[in-house]
C-alpha cells in the first residue's frame, strides 16, 4: 500500500498541467470558502488561523531546511517582510473581508485582473518593457473589472457606486500585485523556504488583526463548520497548492505555468454557480470575457 501510494505520488509530480490545473482549482475555491466561512468565523481571526495551520504543516515539513538556508534569508528579512505583508496578510485580509460583501463570482473575476496589474507593477518598478498588444490587454482587463464593479451598468462610474465589497476585492488585488512584482528579487533561497518564513510572517502579523477583532468586541470564534472550511483554507489553496504550483513552474517554466492562473476566475465561477447557487448574470459573462481575453493578450508575448 505505501509503495503504491509513493508511486502515484511519484506520477502526480511528473504531471505539470494536472498539477497546475489542480491549484488554480483549489485557488478558485478559495472564492467559494469564503462565502460558507461568513458568519461561522470573523475574517482577521480567519486569516490568522490559516496562517496557523499552515505554518504548522510547513514546520513539520521543512523546518530543517529553514535552518539550514536561514544564512540567505537573514540579511533580506526585511524585505520579506515587507513582502508577506502585501501578498499575504494584507490581500487575505481583504479577501474574507471582502466576502462578506460580494458575490464568489464577483471576488473570482476581479481576482483575475491581478496578472495585468503585475504587469503594470512591473513596468512601474523595473521598467519592463511593454508592447502595444500588452497596453490593449491590460485596458480590456480593466474594461471588464468596471463592469463586474458596476454590476454592468457602466454609467454608474458617474456616481461612483461601487458594491464595497468589490472595492475591497480589488485593494487585495493590488496587494496581491505589488508582492507577485517584488518576487523577481526575492532572496536567493528554495521556494519552499521562501514560502516558510513569508508564512511565518503572515501568522505574526495577522495575530494583531485578530486580536483587533477580540478587543473590538466583533470577533467571531469558529464554529466546527468555520474550523472545517478553515482547515481546507489553510490545507489546499495554501499549503498543498502552493507546492503543485513551484513543482509546476520547475517543470516548464513560470511563462507556461502562469498562463494557468487564467483558469482561477473560471473555476471560482463556476464552483460558485454550482456549490452556492450563486446566479451567473450577463455582465459576468461579459466582463469574463474581457478579463481573460485582455490577459490572453497581455501575456502572449510573455510565454515560451
Known sequence: ???????????????????????????????????????????????????????????????????????GVRPRLLWITGMALCGFTGFNSLFYVASHDTTAVNIGILQGSIPVLVLLGAFALHRTRVGLLQVVGAVITILGVMVVATAGDISRLTTLAFNPGDVTMMIACLFYSAYASALPNRPKVSGLVFFTVMSLVACVTTLPLALYEVFSGTVIWPTPKGWAIGLYIALFPSFIAQIFFMRGVELIGPGRAGIFVNLVPVFAAGLAVVILSEVFHLYHAVALVLVLGGIWLSERRKVS
Open 1 to 71: 500500500m505505501f509503495l503504491q501510494a509513493k508511486a502515484l505520488g511519484q506520477s502526480l509530480f511528473s504531471r505539470p498541467y494536472l498539477l497546475l490545473t489542480l491549484t488554480m482549482l483549489f485557488w478558485g475555491g478559495n472564492a467559494v470558502a469564503g462565502q460558507l466561512v461568513v458568519g461561522e468565523v470573523s475574517p482577521l481571526m480567519l486569516t490568522f488561523l490559516r496562517w496557523l495551520l499552515v505554518c504548522s504543516f510547513l514546520l513539520v515539513t521543512a523546518g530543517r531546511r529553514v535552518i539550514a538556508e536561514w544564512s
